[in-house]
């Protein structure tokens, strides 16, 4: 289950101020797998 809290520790770690992550996945073969979209300006 996904969180907003986890959501913005994501997108802070990330630190790219146009994209924020808005899912992720967990996989125990591949890692994480984030989904992100733009941030409008």
């Known amino acids: 289950m996904v969180n907003k809290k986890d959501i913005k ?3 802070q770690i990330l630190d ?3 994209v924020k992550v808005i899912s992720h ?3 125990n ?3 994480i797998i984030l989904r ?3 941030i409008k300006l």
């Open 36 to 38: 992100t979209e733009p």
């Open 29 to 31: 073969e591949i890692g």
């Open 9 to 11: 520790i994501l997108s």
């Open 16 to 18: 790219i101020d146009e």
């Open 25 to 27: 996945s967990i996989y």
